[in-house]
T-cell receptor, first 116, second 113 residues
Framework: SAVISQKPSRDICQRGTSLTIQCQVD?????MFWYRQQPGQSLTLIAT?????????ESGFVIDKFPISRPNLTFSTLTVSNMSPEDSSIYLC?????????????FGPGTRLLVL | KNQVEQSPQSLIILEGKNCTLQ??????????LRWYKQDTGRGPVSLTI?????NTKSNGRYTATLDADTKQSSLHITASQLSDSASYIC????????????FGGGTRVLVKP
């Protein structure tokens, strides 16, 4: 299984500022994803982080608001730009991996963000 | 639109008892169906993964079943423990959606002593 770490684990930010979240994986992976989980809700895919090219964003998410970097096969960052209280969520990094039973996704521990 | 619906939304059970969580999904060929456990403040952890041809999959005290005809899956927790208190999320990978994950809303389970 893949071991995924995220930094920071939590943060409290002021409206209008930006926060960059880091995701580090202990092995090289092809697919990396960023999710948002708003309070009491399930996970929503923000984008797929592509190594060496621009991220692929889901409907409702744009690069100006959530710029993503993927410099190599073990690391990615997600920036939440010009934050508002509505951005208060848990942000999760995940990677595609393979188990004996088939492919699955491993999730990082998440970054809990509170915007005041 | 592919959807994954879970029931109940929340559940309270006594320690040592069994419980069953339900997951229904809409019509679409799918690649696999997964159950995840998410502790409060943590990322989801995979419990089971099943392809459309599998009927059941176990992981310790967790047993998942799948009925592709009725498009239903269930997760059965046997002899619940306090550490089973968490949200359980059903996730389906639909081929028509480019194999992207579609998440159910989750069932929040609280195990009381």
């Amino acid at each position: 299984s893949a071991v995924i770490s995220q930094k920071p684990s939590r943060d409290i930010c002021q409206r209008g500022t930006s926060l960059t979240i880091q995701c580090q994986v202990d092995s090289q992976v092809t697919m990396m994803f960023w999710y948002r989980q708003q309070p009491g809700q399930s996970l929503t895919l923000i984008a797929t982080a592509n190594q060496g090219s621009e991220a692929t964003y889901e409907s409702g998410f744009v690069i100006d608001k959530f710029p993503i970097s993927r410099p190599n096969l073990t690391f990615s960052t997600l920036t939440v730009s010009n934050m508002s209280p509505e951005d208060s969520s848990i942000y999760l990094c995940s990677v595609e991996g393979r188990l004996a039973a088939g492919e699955t996704q491993y999730f990082g521990p998440g970054t809990r963000l509170l915007v005041l | 639109k592919n959807q994954v619906e879970q029931s109940p939304q929340s559940l309270i059970i006594l320690e040592g008892k069994n419980c069953t969580l339900q997951c229904n999904y809409t019509v679409s060929p799918f690649s696999n169906l997964r159950w995840y456990k998410q502790d409060t403040g943590r990322g989801p952890v995979s419990l089971t993964i099943m392809t459309f041809s599998e009927n059941t999959k176990s992981n310790g005290r967790y047993t998942a079943t799948l009925d592709a005809d009725t498009k239903q899956s269930s997760l059965h927790i046997t002899a619940s423990q306090l550490s089973d208190s968490a949200s359980y999320i059903c996730v389906v990978t639909f081929k028509a959606a480019g194999n992207k994950l579609t998440f159910g809303g989750g069932t929040r389970v609280l195990v009381k002593p």
